[in-house]
């Protein structure tokens, strides 16, 4: 499974959703590769989107506010299932 988090580093938002996406992967112990992209050219390729903007296998899952760990675990178990039925 491969996440992406997009925005600003310093934004509030971001930290708290990375925060619990890693917790959340730590936890449910969980074979996940996540991608910070922080850059300002790089997040400027992804188009106008609210930031922190969240990728799920490629499919925008959030946008403009960070998410709970509970949230970031349900967003992984989905992923992983999906990721099974392909």
């Known amino acids: 499974m491969k996440i992406k988090i997009i925005g600003p580093e310093d ?3 971001f930290k708290t959703s990375l925060a ?9 112990q969980a074979n996940v ?6 850059d300002l050219q790089d997040i ?3 188009g106008p989107l609210l930031y922190p903007a969240i ?8 946008e403009g506010r960070s998410i709970s760990l509970e949230e970031a675990k349900r967003f992984i178990m989905s992923g992983e299932k999906n990721d099974s039925e392909v």
């Open 44 to 46: 400027e390729d992804y």
């Open 20 to 28: 619990h996406l890693l917790k959340a992967i730590h936890e449910l």
């Open 33 to 38: 590769v996540v991608d910070e992209i922080t």
């Open 11 to 13: 934004e509030p938002a």
């Open 55 to 62: 990728f799920i296998n490629g499919r925008l899952a959030v």
